[in-house]
Structure formats: C-alpha cells, structure tokens
C-alpha cells in the first residue's frame, strides 16, 4: 500500500482538485431538494398569486443554473480522478515491465506466463478500480450523508429516522450479497479454469483421443463438468439478482414511509408539500452512493489483494546483475522508486548465486567506498576463458558442466561436440550470463564477466540460441533487434540485406511479396524451420560483436546452404571469437581447437586431424556423419 | 444472434416467462408515483388522513411486487441463460473433438480455448448484466411519456422538452464512445499480446541488450491504451453529468410550470410531485443505456467467433453408409497401402507410391531415417489425413468407407511417448472406458510390468497424475502407454515406438511388455529398437517417401544396402543415441 501512495503522490494536486471537485458536486447535488422545496412551498404559502408563481420561478431558475455548473464541475471531477487511476495504472505497468526485464532467464523457467501476465493485466486492473471508482464512491458517500441528514433532520428528525430506517439494513444486504458475490464470482473462476484444462488437455492430446475414440466420453467429462458450472454460475446470478431490487426498493420504502408518515404531518399542518418533495429528493440522492458503499469494500478488497500480488513481484531481486557501482540503465528508472525491504524474495527460495570470483567482491567493496566508481570497461578484444567452471542449475544439485578449464584467444573459432545432454548449451548461457557459474570462474578480455556491465557484455557478444525465436513484427525489425536504431536510419536499409545476405535468408526474404516488412508469425507469415535460424543467424550477425556464438543454429538448414553460409562467415569471423556448437562435423572440422563435451567434462580437446587419430567419441561421430551422409546420397 | 437463439428454445417457455415479468415490472414501477400523486390530492392537501393508510397498503404492494418482480425476472434469465449457454459449451466442445488434425495443427491451443471459454464468457455476460433488457427499457420509457401525458399534457410537454437535449448528446457521446471503446478493447489486446511475447521471448530480449527499444515499445502501447481511457473517461464524465444536469433542469422547469398552473388551480400539488418522481425514473434507463449497449457490441463480436468454430467443416467424417466386416472374414487384421501418394502441402510428396501389405497376425517393423516419412504412414492408418492418390485398406475395407469409430477401434495406435491427462493412474490407463473392469485393469498393469511402480505410489491406481505428467518417469511412460494399448486390445496394433532412451532394467521390462502387446495381433511397428526389429517378420525401409527394401534382418543386412547403413548407424552403436539423428521426425513432417 505504501508503493500505492507513492505512485498517486505524483498526481497528487490533480487528484486534489478532482477530490474537490467532487465535493462540490455533491454539495451544490444536496442544494437541489432544497430549492424544489422552496418553491413548492413558496405557491403554498404566499399572499398573492403573482408573488407564488415569482418566487417559485425564481428557485427553478436557481436549480437550472446549479444543475449547469455541477454539470461541468461534475465532469471535471469525474475524469479527472477516473484519469489520475489510469495514470498511475500506466506507470505501475511500466514499471513492472522494466521490472521485469531485468529479471534473469531463472525466473522465467520458474514462474508460467499466465501468471505473469495476469499479474500486469487483472491485478493492475484491480489496483486502477480502487484509485478510480472506489475512492470516488468512498469520498461521495460520506459528504452526500453530512449534507441530506441534517437538511433532513433540520426538516422533521422523527421523519427522518423512520425514512432513512431501510438504509442501514441496505448496506447490511449489499455487503452480505457482495461477499456471496466474491465467493461465487471465485468459484466460477475456478470452473473455468476446470474446463479450460480440460479443453487445453483435449486440444493438445487430441491424437490420444481420436486414437483411442474417446470423443464420446470426453465430451460427457465436459458435460458433467459444464453442468457443476452452470449451478455454480445460477448461484453466483441468485446473489447477483438481488442487488438491482434491493436498490429499487429500498428508496422506494422511504418513499412510502414519507407518504404515510409525512403525508399525516402535513395534513396536521406540521409540514409542507415542499417538505415532502425535499424528502423524496434526498431519498433518491442517498440510494445509489449507500448501495455503492456496499460494492466499494469489495473493490477495496480486491484491490488491496492485487496491490499485494504485485508488491511480490517488485521484490523479486534480479540474482544477475550489473556489478555495485554501474548506474542503473536509464530504461530500468521506475517512476517510483522504493527502498528495498529486507525481506526480498529469490527465486525458488534459493539463495542468489554465489559471487566466489575476488573480483567481484572487490567491486563491490569498491562500490561502496566510493559511493560511484568509474564505468566498467567495455569488452574490446573478445578473449574467452573459463577456469575451473562447474554449473547446477538452481534448485539441482546435480552438476551439468564439472571443472571445464578453457582459453579462447581472440579471434580464435573453437568448436564444442558432444552427444545430447551434454552440457554444450549449457556452457554457451555462461557467457552473456544467462547464468552464472555455481563455482569458478568466466573471463571475457581477462575480467571476471560479472564485472561488466550486463548490456556492454551482452553487447559484446552475438548469440544465435538453438530455439529460433523470432518476434511477430516485420523481418527487417527482427534483423535489425541487435540495433533498433538501423531500423529507420538512412544506412539501416543496406546493413539490414548485407546481413541477411550473410544468413543466406536474402534470396527467401526477396520471393515474400513485402519483403523486408513481411510480418512474422500469427499476423504474417509462417517461417520454416531453417528460414528462422537463419534470420536469427542474421539477426546475430547485424549485432557486429567480438565475440560470435552458434548453439546448434545451423541444424534445421539443409547441407548446401549450410555450406554456403559458412564460407560467407568465414570472412565475417575473421578477428571474432567464434564459439559455436555443430551436430554435423563439417561444420566443425574447419575449427581452430574442437572440444568433445561428454557428462559436463571436457574429455578430449585438439582438432579436426588430432582427434580423428585419438579414436573415441569424436572419431565415433565423425563415422556417423559419414554414414548419414552416405545414406542421404542413395 | 439468431443462431443464439436456436440454443435458448428448448428453455423458450421460461424465457417468455421472464420477458412476460418485463411490462409487470414496469407497471408495478409506474403505479408508485401516481399513488403519490392521489395520496397528496385526495387527502394530505386537504388535511384528510383517512385514506392514508389504504394508499400506502397499496403503494407497499407495489413495492414488494417490484422487488420480486425484478429478482424473478433476473433469476429466470439467468437460468435460460446458463443452461442454453452450457448447451453451446457442450456442443462447442463436441465439435472440437470431431475437427480434424490439421485444425489443431494450424491453432493455437489458447485460441481455440478462448472460443470455448472466455467468448461464451462475453454471451452469458450480455445476460447477467441485463444489457436484454435493453428493449424493455425503451418500453418503459414509453410507459412513462404516456403516463405523463395522461396526467397532464401540458405539463409532459414541458418536462419532456428537455428530452431532445437527452437524444442529441446520447447520439453525439455514443458514436464517440464506440470507438474509445473499440479503441480501447484493440490496445489491450496489443499489450496482452505484446507482453506474452516479450514474456516468453525475454532471453533473447535480455541476450541483445534490446531492453530499452523493448520497453520503448511496451511504453507506446500502454500510452496509447492510457490514453484511448482518458478520453472514454472524459465521454463518459460528461454523459453521465449532462444527463445528471438535464434530469434536474427537467426537474425545475415542471416545478417553474407547474407552480403557475397550481396557483391558476389547473394543476394538483399531487400532479408536480408524482411529475418530479417520474422525470427521476425517466433518467435511470438512460443513464445505464450506454453500458449496456457497450455489452451488447463485445457480445455481437464474441457470438460471431463462437460460431465461427460451429462452422468449421469436420473434413474427415464417416461416410453416410459405412461397410461393416464379418467378424470371421479371412481379411480380418489385415493392412494394405495401395500406391498411395501423400503431401502435407501441395506437391511436397512425403510418400510417393508406398504400397505395402500385412498379413493378419504379422508384425512388420518399418525402418528409415529422419524424414522417411515413417510417422506419416501412422497418420493415415487413423484418417487423421486422407492419402491424395492410392487407397489404405484396413481389413480388407479402405479407411475411407470405415466408420470412422470403429475403424479406430479395429487399429489402436500407440504412441509411446504418452501423453497424460488430469486424473488418476487408472483413468490415464482406461481412458475413461467404465467397460475396463477392475480385473482387466490390474491383469493390465501386470502384464506391462508397471505392478510393483503402482503398489508403490501411496494412493496406488488412484494415484492423481498432475498435468504433462511431471511425476512419472520417461520408462513409466512408455510402460504406461503399452498399458494403455492392452487395455484397449486392438487387433491391429500400429506403434510408434519412443525415441527416449531408459536405463538397462527399465529397458528389459518395457520388452518383455512389448512382447505381450505384440502377442495375437497384426502390429506395424516404427522401431527404434533393435530388438523389436529382429524379432518382426519383416522390415520394410522406408527412404525419401519411398518403400527401397523388403525383407528379414538378415536379408536386408545381406543386401548391404541403405538398411545396413542405417543398422549401423542407430542400432549397432550400442542403444544410446548420438547426435540428433535420432529425434522423431513426425514433428517436421508435420509442419
């Protein structure tokens, strides 16, 4: 709740005005009966004809002007305080999405998308109703009671207890049905979840259930279930239902009570038509603001239950991170910014990886004697070396990669093979930090990686990931992603084709009738498989870093164009460090050093020729491909 | 719309019902200001309270009537509501079923999800908001201009001659909020969108220190949606504050009017008061009008998608006369593929003229390398495509002229890697079938050597296997998946066997329940398995789409050909794959 406050801080003299603006409304609304009485009273009680009708045109004439300013004054407060609640919607949306693109790879495998998302959609949502509509309700009720009752009360207070006698017991129902409401409303949620898992399951396994002809059964599952949630549902409208009769006619039993009780006053002559007619007119008034006071503790609720989701979230702590002491990147500034509480969660409840490296501590110590320490250095030559690297994934404790001890010097193309599961890919995450090592250390340029600045290292190194993931914009978008800037530049255009050209994609990306603006995936078209690593290929290569990394990124594209590709980088790598993963050994046997990964470790390490003449698991592959390649000939 | 209605007659007569309730509820609700307006009249003006008591017997009545009225109305729409709208769920889902491979191929699951959830959502919204009731709302409008009228014209005519304003500035702030509202509803879909992206493709985002460009994007949409808010609040604001303003102005000028007609002796005090009472209840309808027009529209759009899906044509269906075969007929169990030519896509041949025949009773293991089109050759077998040259024949009958539920029970395909529904051990084994009896299932179980994994979990059959079935292991899976067959007992058995490798000792009982699956039956076996291939009666391999050597292991090793290379090179090298070779290939043929 505190963030809360921060956040509506900001607006804070909008939201003022709008408050006030809000009181007035409902006082010049509370003016209004009072001057129909007036009137009404004025014919009663005046000598002469003329004098009546005059009086009582002159408080019309009052009540329209009212009702022409709080008509503006009634708009301005409205969206003026609906407007601050989609503010401040905005900026917390915001600010968890920086949020959360500075949390690491970990999480994402921790937490499904759904919840994530429905965390910055519904919760926000939720929050963005209690600002809004709930503080508009929670302030009108409370000014519209001060005013009514003690123009009422001022008017005959025996009158106004009997009249106002349905309201309370109102509140009472509303509040009661408006539990009932939330407990329903979270049992449908629940049956539709029911069933979507049970569509989702039938979707995705639909292969079983046409092999094995269970349609008819499944969809009696579906029935059986849909029939729980349809009483689930007419529970939740019983509740429903009665919120709208109640309304209706509770002000309607103070009406009632004005007409017997006050009809029987004013016929004693202890009040006036006019009286009645203020009475109504309050009725009326305090109806819907009482009914809503019953909806906004719900509101209230909810919206507290979000904001505390939320705050989870924000105290999640990116476990990699830049070093003590780099400026946070002028895109991760949230609008509000709040002192972290001790209680921080990590992922997994595991503790953040451990920083062993002495530089790192060193840094650290740096940081914080300082207070501001010099920009950490940007990677210039592209050195790679890992020493005594073992890695578990977080919350395992078996080791994927054991004591891998490595230089690559600069400029330097060095293959890694192996069978599947052998830790290739998993070495590759160490680099840019998608991980960080459980023990040991990995230097780029003779520094420890966690001393550089997250975007200088990653900057530093292109990566072409063994998924292909592309984004659903334009072609051009997803080549130039390394550098959006190229995207709308003069020269972008060129580069943008002369690294597709590289991928070997140009020639597809020419047959696609908008070319470089086809879109990609649901609203565009479908890429194959090969078409996609190359343009992630090409995407890498646009990047223009020191350093040069392959995961497995040629394995859907056919042996000829793979080979083309791989002469056209050769004069790309020259001066980059190469590090790429390859099934197929042709693409590795060119490499300056091959290391054969077998269970995490290292087991053999020279190249094409040497390994070939050592036997073993390399020679073993290599006999393999030569078949496969025999077959593929026949 | 019309469509939607199909689904609301069978519950017609608690529909009209409802709808009847509809003019009581406005009658109920007119009566109260006119009884005011007799009460002033008759008695209070004139310092009479004898009929007091009478009246507000009535006007209670009237007040009660209404509130039951009202929930009853609701109720009764509700119930026609949710039980038609249960009856579209099912339907949906049972027409889901029925749609062929290629819909789910060519789908996104959160898509079709959403039509079968989240859209009829929206229709039974349209209901339980009472945006229906949108006609009815107009007639009590009208209800309450002849009211008026009758009581007094003159004095209707000039309350009413606000009512051109109301018309003007309802159609001026409708148009525009229809298209905050579109705005609106497109935006945050492009978040929504835009973030499950960014979400899932976050590496990469973070691997090209593209974060800031990504947060500049997310940045615009979530503008633009704050925005398209702020000018729907600012509509909204005003339409509810111009119709608050209009309402009490209507007010004032009955009360400006009427005080000279009253003072003239025309016009009642009764008549100004139930006057003042009507213009309050002249503006609630209208105030709600456009939330629930607003409904209406998302409800529109959300019908059309739902029968969108009722819409798509089925493809593979049984034929209107389907053959049956005798029992005792000598073809019975017997497979043939009969030059048939297949392509996903156009002339993108997968296979090319395979034609292949299996004897009732053999076991054929079908051999080949990535892209052979193996898997393919398991598709057709089930109609989950139709071959575009040549026919397959099913005991002696093509596929085409099965009916298509009993020719999936004539063949059961398995695939080994099984997928796991929500549920129990049993249920994941039985697949639902109440005619698996209890002894059927554990004689199963036994004969696929998953006894002794079931007597150790703690709740044993009624074990809850959790969604992708996390809990059981790549060896549980497949002993699960032979279980499953068993249960079945097909008599033809098509197997595509997993690809996973399991340790030595799992490996051993997953052979010897293979050996009990196979037992009696015709089986056509993908292998991967070096066992089950020797133990076939024949291989055939498969190359490029086409069928490039019949006959026994030692045959075909004797040839020395393509089935020879490629025993040497998955099956020879011990049983653990290297490289990617091995990977299943029914996910590229597919795509």
């Known amino acids: 709740m505190r963030r809360l406050w921060s956040y509506l801080a900001r607006y804070r003299m909008r939201y003022l005005a709008g408050c006030l603006c809000l009181i007035a409304t409902a006082s010049l609304a509370m003016a209004i009966p009072v001057l129909l009485k007036r009137a009404v009273d004025s014919i009663q009680s005046s000598p002469d004809v003329a004098t009546g009708a005059r009086s009582a045109g002159f408080y019309a004439a009052i009540v329209i002007g009212i009702a022409l300013v709080q008509g503006v004054v009634r708009t301005f407060s409205r969206f003026v305080i609906f407007n601050v609640g989609r503010d401040v919607e905005y900026d917390l949306r915001n600010d968890l999405f920086r949020h959360l693109e500075r949390l690491p790879w970990p999480f994402y495998q921790s937490r499904p998308t759904g919840d994530l998302m429905s965390r910055l959609v519904n919760d926000i949502s939720a929050v963005r109703m209690l600002l809004g509509p709930g503080v508009l309700n929670v302030l009108n009720t409370p000014v519209y009671y001060l005013y009514a009752v003690s123009i009422m009360v001022s008017i005959d207070p025996l009158l106004t207890v009997a009249a106002l006698a349905p309201y309370p017991v109102m509140l009472l129902v509303v509040k009661h049905y408006s539990r009932r409401l939330m407990e329903g409303t979270l049992r449908v949620q629940e049956g539709l979840a029911e069933m979507s898992t049970l569509i989702q399951e039938n979707v995705s396994g639909i292969h079983v259930v046409k092999a094995y002809v269970r349609e008819q059964s499944e969809v009696e599952r579906f029935r059986a279930m849909n029939v729980r949630f349809r009483d689930v549902a007419l529970e939740l409208g019983k509740a429903r239902g009665m919120i709208a009769p109640v309304i209706r006619s509770v002000s309607a039993l103070g009406i009632l009570v004005v007409l017997w009780l006050g009809g029987r006053h004013v016929a004693r002559g202890i009040l006036t038509i006019g009286d009645l007619v203020a009475f109504m007119g309050y009725l009326h008034l305090l109806a819907w603001p009482t009914m809503a006071l019953g909806w906004m503790l719900s509101i209230l609720q909810r919206g507290r239950a979000a904001m505390k989701r939320l705050e989870e979230l924000f105290s999640v702590e990116p476990d990699i991170a830049d070093p003590a002491g780099v400026p946070t990147p002028d895109w991760a500034v949230t609008t509000v910014s709040l002192p972290v509480g001790a209680s921080a969660a990590t992922i997994n409840g595991q503790a953040a990886a ?77 680099l840019p930090r998608l991980f960080d090592p459980t023990s040991g250390t990995v230097r780029i340029d003779g520094r420890d990686v966690r001393e550089y600045a997250l975007a200088d290292l990653r900057r530093a190194i292109a990566f072409v990931p063994q998924d292909p993931f592309l984004f659903s914009t334009s072609l051009r978008a997803n080549v130039a ?39 990609v995936g649901e609203r565009g078209i479908t890429l194959s498989g090969g078409q996609k690593q190359r343009v992630t290929l090409a995407r890498a290569l646009l990047a223009d870093a020191p350093i040069l990394i392959l995961d497995d990124a040629l394995s859907s594209v056919d042996t000829q164009t793979e080979e083309h590709i791989l002469h056209a980088l050769e004069e790309r790598r020259r001066g980059r460090t190469c590090i790429l ?17 077998d269970e995490g470790r290292i087991v053999a390490r020279g190249d094409h020729a040497s390994l070939l003449a050592q036997g073993g698991l390399y020679a073993d592959l290599f006999q393999r491909q030569r078949l496969t390649a025999e077959l593929e000939a026949i | 719309m019309r469509r939607l209605w199909r689904y609301l007659r069978p519950y017609q007569r608690t529909f009209w019902m409802s709808v009847a309730i509809l003019p009581v509820i406005s009658g109920l609700m007119l009566l109260q200001p006119y009884l005011l307006k007799v009460a002033i009249d008759r008695y209070v003006d004139h310092g009479d309270t004898s009929g007091l008591g009478r009246i507000a017997t009535l006007f209670s009545l009237a007040v009660v009537g209404e509130f039951f009225a009202v929930y009853w109305q609701y109720y009764l729409t509700m119930v026609v509501a949710q039980h038609s709208l ?8 049972a027409h889901l079923e029925r749609l062929p491979q290629r819909y789910f191929d060519r789908n996104p699951v959160g898509r079709i999800v959403t039509r079968l959830t989240t859209d009829v959502d929206v229709l039974s919204e349209m209901f339980a908001s009472g945006a229906m009731t949108i006609f009815m709302d107009a007639l009590t409008l009208l209800g309450i201009v002849s009211i008026m009228l009758w009581i007094d014209w003159r004095l209707a005519l000039v309350a009413l001659s606000v009512v051109p304003v109301v018309i003007v500035t309802i159609d001026f702030f409708r148009k525009r909020a229809r298209v905050t509202y579109r705005l609106i509803r497109e935006r945050i879909a492009r978040i929504n969108s835009f973030l499950s992206e960014a979400i899932s493709g976050m590496p990469v985002i973070q691997l090209f220190a593209h974060e800031r460009a990504s947060f500049a994007e997310f940045d615009e949409h979530n503008a633009a949606h704050r925005d398209a808010n702020h000018l729907s609040n600012v509509y909204e ?67 059309e998608r739902v029968f969108q899906l009722l819409d798509t044509p089925h493809e593979i269906v049984s034929p209107a006369a389907p053959r049956r075969v005798a029992a005792d007929d000598p073809e019975r169990g017997a497979v043939r593929f009969e030059n048939v030519w297949f392509a996903y896509k156009g002339e993108d041949w997968v296979l090319r003229d395979v034609s292949l025949d299996v004897r009732p009773g053999e076991t054929v ?34 596929v085409r002229e099965w009916d298509l539920a009993e ?61 992708r079935g996390n809990n059981l292991s790549a060896g549980q899976r497949q002993l699960l998946a032979f279980a499953r067959a068993l249960a079945y007992d097909p008599r033809i058995l098509v197997l595509d066997e997993a690809t996973s490798s399991v ?68 099956y020879a090298g011990g049983r653990s794959n290297v490289g990617a070779d091995a990977t299943d290939d029914g996910a590229s043929a597919g795509s």
Do not use: C
Not at chain 1, 399 to 415: C, F, M, W
Not at chain 1, 493 to 512: C, K, M, P, Y
Not at chain 2, 514 to 521: I, K, M, P, Y
């Open chain 1, 354 to 430: 451990p920083h062993d490296g002495v530089q790192a501590g060193a840094a650290h110590a740096n940081g914080s004697a300082n207070g501001h320490r010099a920009a950490p250095p940007a990677v210039a030559r592209g050195d790679v070396e890992l020493r005594h690297v073992s890695f578990a994934y977080p919350g395992s404790k078996k080791l994927v990669l054991e004591d891998i001890d490595v230089h690559v010097p600069a400029g330097a193309t060095v293959a890694i093979v192996g069978r599947a599961g052998a830790g290739k890919t998993s070495l590759l995450h160490l």
């Open chain 1, 481 to 519: 992603f390394a550098r959006p800037e190229l995207e709308h530049a003069a020269d972008g255009e060129a580069l943008v084709r002369e690294a597709a050209g590289w991928a070997a994609v140009a020639g597809d990306i020419a047959t696609f009738p908008r070319g470089y603006d086809t879109m």
């Open chain 1, 581 to 597: 993963v390859a099934h197929r050994l042709s693409t590795v046997q060119d490499a300056d050093l091959i290391l054969v990964l």
């Open chain 2, 86 to 93: 249960a009856d579209l769920r099912v339907d949906l889902f």
């Open chain 2, 237 to 303: 604001a005003a339409l509810f504050s111009i119709i608050e303003a209009v309402s009490s102005i209507a007010m004032a000028l009955v009360v400006w009017y009427g005080s000279g007609q009253i003072v003239k002796g025309v016009v009642a005090f009764g008549t100004l008061v139930a006057f003042i009472e009507y213009i309050q209840k002249f503006f609630i309808p209208i105030r709600d009008f456009s939330t629930k027009y607003a409904v209406m529209q998302s409800a529109i759009t959300a019908a």
């Open chain 2, 365 to 398: 293991a079908i051999v080949g390398a990535t892209g052979s089109g193996k898997s393919t050759i398991i598709k057709l077998l089930g109609r989950s495509f139709d071959v575009k040259m040549g026919s397959v024949q099913v005991s002696g009958v093509d």
């Open chain 2, 407 to 467: 020719l999936r029970r004539e063949i059961g395909i398995v695939l080994q890697d099984a997928f796991l529904f929500t549920g129990t051990l049993a249920s994941n084994v039985t697949l639902g079938r109440a005619e698996v009896s209890d002894e059927t299932l554990r004689a199963t179980v036994r004969a696929v050597n998953l006894e002794r994994f079931v007597s150790s979990l703690p709740l044993g059959y009624a074990q809850p296997i959790r969604e």
């Open chain 2, 503 to 570: 340790d030595a000792e799992t490996e051993q009982l997953v052979q010897e329940a293979l050996d009990r699956l196979l037992r009696g039956r015709t089986a056509i076996v993908i292998a991967h398995r070096l066992s089950t291939i020797e133990r076939a009666d024949r291989i055939v391999v498969l190359h490029h789409g086409v069928v490039r050597e019949v006959g026994t292991h030692a045959e075909l090793l004797a040839l020395g050909q393509i089935y020879a290379r490629l025993y040497e090179l998955q």
